[in-house]
């Protein structure tokens, strides 16, 4: 199956690895000579993506390099799994796509990155250079920016004397207003937004998963109110369940079986030719006295390999494709899909992101995106998201299911900082 680069949105935290794994990917991937014109040889590993154009596009750039033999390998499945195995062999990737994870970072399975945006660093955006970054190192540079938003029905919420909801509090009322018979709300999703939000409410609410210092950053009493008002919107019945497809899909919202959805940016072009003008995108509502709009992003990133045979040569390459090309970015970013180049300088001069919604989103991620923090684990993020789906669907008492998470994310961030 491909993988779409909505995927990255939901990635973080550290992968088991299985010896049945690591023999899996021990395939021959001809690292061991160069090729018949005497260039030095850089495997490049991408994941599977579902865009059509995309790995042609990739292939086509490995192509352009001249101070190297570029072998691009397309990797279908679990990619995450496969990369993260094949790092603790010799016929892994020299360059790969990926985060990368902390466990890599701290494992010395991946070089430093640092110098490669020596003078470029202020030009990628802060939300997703972030998750890059450990004690102070890059470690992967941001390739495309994928993000979330609050679509609306200009038309419906204009015939219900509704204006597009700039607070949680207004997002419920405005729900419970637009549902009718035959339209509900709002859809978060088939499962009532647990799957799909993570720690954006968190972040609207002014909190983060974890702070800037390593500590837990949701331990306070606004955490629970901004997660009771989710629980309101499953409670009143405003939200839209069990449609045809998930929140990715844009479909809901276009054959009007919702007034608002949350989805992707990549939704934006399907929403244009089916809508027109008829609709309009927003952050995730600001909540409390402290609290800002908010706007997921997530990007991956090119690494390089510790087990490179010429990590020189690596990093030259990923700064040729990823800092110096920026065309090849754009190209990226806008031409097989629809998503933000990493660079602000890109996003903001690019013609497809100038105007209307487009341009907004770009101004919205700018302005308020948050990316999961690196040392965020997968243990942490599948408590909180566990605690959200009692929360929200069976209205447990958010108070005593977020300090069980506090308690499993406090465990969790001494034991990676034990590894440091």
């Known amino acids: 199956m491909s993988m779409s680069r909505r995927r990255l949105l939901g990635a973080g935290g550290g992968l088991a690895l299985t010896s049945a794994l690591a023999s899996a990917c021990g395939s021959n991937t001809g690292r061991d000579g160069d090729d018949h014109a005497g260039q030095p040889v850089i495997e490049q590993w991408y994941h599977q993506y579902g865009e059509p154009g995309t790995e042609q596009a990739v292939r086509r750039y490995a192509d352009a390099y001249q101070k190297a033999n570029v072998q691009v390998q397309w990797r279908p499945g679990n990619y995450d799994q496969q990369t993260a195995a094949a790092l603790l062999t010799k016929s892994g990737p020299d360059v790969f796509e990926g985060g990368p994870t902390l466990d890599q970072i701290q494992g010395g399975q991946v070089v430093d990155l640092t110098d490669l945006l020596a003078e470029a660093k202020d030009d990628f ?42 607070s949680l509090d207004a997002l419920v009322d405005a729900a419970k ?34 702070t800037e210092d390593g500590k837990v950053g949701f331990d ?52 244009k ?8 995108v927003l952050p995730f509502p600001r909540d409390g006295a402290h609290g800002a709009p908010a706007v997921p992003v997530g990007a991956y990133g090119a690494a390089v390999s510790a087990r490179a045979r010429d990590k020189a040569l690596a990093k030259a390459y990923v700064k040729w494709l990823w800092v110096e090309r920026t065309d090849y970015q754009e190209d990226f970013a806008l031409r097989y899909g ?10 903001t001069k690019a013609a497809k992101l100038r105007q209307g919604a487009a341009g907004e989103a770009v101004r919205y991620a700018t302005d308020h ?48 900082k034990k590894k440091s």
């Open 338 to 347: 629809f998503h933000i180049p990493a660079r602000i300088s890109l996003a």
């Open 125 to 166: 955006n802060p939300a997703v250079l972030a998750p890059k970054t450990y004690r102070g190192k890059i470690w992967g540079v941001p390739q495309v920016i994928d993000t979330q938003l609050l679509y609306y029905r200009k038309s419906l919420l204009k015939d219900a004397g509704v204006e597009p909801p700039r």
């Open 369 to 416: 995106g948050h990316a999961e923090p690196l040392l965020w684990t997968s243990a942490s993020k599948t408590a909180y998201q566990d605690a959200l789906s009692r929360i929200i669907k069976s209205g447990a008492n958010p108070d005593r299911e977020l300090r069980s998470v506090v308690r499993e994310t406090e465990a969790e961030l001494r034991r990676v």
């Open 220 to 271: 306070d009493p606004a955490a629970a109110r901004t997660l009771l008002k989710l629980r309101q919107l499953y409670a009143e019945k405003s939200l839209l369940l069990g449609a045809p497809s998930d929140w990715s899909d844009p479909a809901a919202f276009t054959q009007g079986l919702t007034a608002m959805q949350w989805s992707g940016l990549w939704a934006l072009p399907q929403v």
């Open 177 to 210: 207003e637009l549902t009718t018979r035959d339209v509900k709300g709002l859809f978060l999703g088939n499962d009532g937004g647990p799957g799909v939000l993570s720690g954006t409410p968190l972040n609207a609410a002014g909190l983060t998963l974890v």
């Open 273 to 280: 030719k089916a809508l027109g003008d008829d609709f309009g």
